[in-house]
């Protein structure tokens, strides 16, 4: 196994995933402690020379469809959504300034206040230039998720891999929490994820990938270091591919 299988990646991090357990068990704000601890395993991961984009969901503030549905107009939830991915990218981009780390916001609207616009170009320079670069806004258009806007940028910027951090610790035929036979699978093509209908991510973000070749690697968040073990190519979580 070499000390690096991916040198430049796309992360992708739901928003609930850093935001503090309700009595419902959904994650909603700013936990920082889960926020630093992603912050140490990308600081790892950047001093081995890997380069990192990032990708943070809104769900911990507000998800379009899940929250507006019925009470507001589909493109105005989601543009409340796409807000609310820029408030965590700025978050988590002072985090990782604090945890020693260079890091860029760019956004796919226009807000120069707070963010730069996002460019292929800019984004590679800095990624280049060891900076680990925050992508926010999704794709700047409503109807589409943030893990489809995670991997259009992931296929922008040439990853070598769009990595996927999930509540869940890798895709199975059902849902896991539901379903006790629920079978758990290490490695699928996507012409299997979309035949069997698997939800790990949204039907367009998997047939974008699939369009361009792009492996893709969905695993837990919540497992020790499961981030720094994906990238020095560990066998954890689920590996789709085109073919293997």
Same mark, same amino acid.
């Given at each position: 196994m070499s000390e690096i299988k991916y040198k430049r990646i796309l992360l992708k991090v739901s928003g609930e995933a850093l935001g503090e357990k309700t009595a419902s068990g959904d994650g909603f704000g700013l936990d920082f402690g889960k926020i630093n601890a992603v912050c140490e395993s990308i600081k790892e991961c950047v001093n081995m020379g890997v380069q990192v984009g990032l990708v943070i969901g809104g769900g911990n503030f507000w998800r379009g469809v899940k929250n507006g549905s019925g009470?507001?107009?589909?493109?105005?939830?989601?543009?409340?959504?796409?807000?609310?991915?820029?408030? +965590?990218?700025?978050?988590?981009?002072?985090?990782?300034?604090?945890?020693?780390?260079?890091?860029?916001?760019?956004?796919?609207?226009?807000?120069?206040?707070?963010?730069?616009?996002?460019?292929?170009?800019?984004? +590679?320079?800095?990624? +280049?230039?060891?900076?680990?670069v925050l992508f926010a806004a999704g794709t700047g258009n409503p109807y589409f998720s943030t893990d489809t806007g995670a991997v259009l940028r992931g296929v922008e910027i040439e990853a070598d891999a769009i990595l996927m951090a999930k509540n869940v610790d890798a895709i199975y035929s059902a849902d896991p929490a539901k379903d006790p036979n629920a079978v758990k699978y290490t490695k699928l093509t996507y012409g299997e994820v979309l035949a069997k209908n698997l939800r790990a991510t949204d039907i367009t973000a998997m047939a974008l990938a699939m369009d361009n070749n792009m492996t893709m690697v969905c695993f837990g968040l919540d497992e020790e270091n499961s981030i720094v073990r994906v990238v020095r190519g560990e066998d954890i979580g689920t590996t789709v591919k085109n073919k293997f």
């Open positions: 009470k507001l107009q589909r493109s105005h939830a989601d543009a409340m959504g796409m807000l609310a991915t820029v408030m +965590n990218a700025i978050a988590v981009a002072d985090a990782l300034e604090q945890h020693g780390m260079d890091a860029r916001v760019l956004t796919a609207v226009e807000m120069h206040k707070y963010a730069e616009y996002f460019t292929r170009d800019t984004a +590679n320079r800095y990624l +280049n230039e060891g900076k680990v």
